[in-house]
């Protein structure tokens, strides 16, 4: 399978206005601060960004977003080795064009 170039985000990087979709990276090329996250698994839609959760010992390492597609909420809690990734949902379509 191809891989696509997916984004680690923060709740400041998010759109409101925008449809994401979700996956975990499955390759990480660089190192911090400029690495770039590939996956090869599948995307899932997830939609329009609606708010976050954060919490820890001190250091709120743990946490989830929140979105909203067709009326549905859906959470995705972020794992602890970093590789929760999103990419807006019309990069997706330009890029099925594209292929």
Not at 31 to 41: A, D, L, V
Not at 83 to 89: L, N, P
């Amino acid at each position: 399978m191809n891989e696509i170039e997916v984004f680690r985000m923060t709740e400041h990087h998010f759109d409101r206005n925008k449809k994401y979709a979700f996956a975990l990276a499955t390759k990480i090329i660089g190192k911090w601060p400029c690495e770039k996250y590939f996956t090869s698994e599948p995307l899932r839609p997830v939609g329009q960004f609606i708010g976050a959760k954060f919490w820890g010992y001190g250091d709120k390492t743990k946490g989830e977003f929140h979105f909203i597609l067709d009326d549905k909420q859906t959470c995705i809690r972020l794992d602890y080795a970093g590789r929760t990734c999103f990419i807006d949902m019309d990069s997706c379509l330009i890029l099925q064009e594209v292929e």
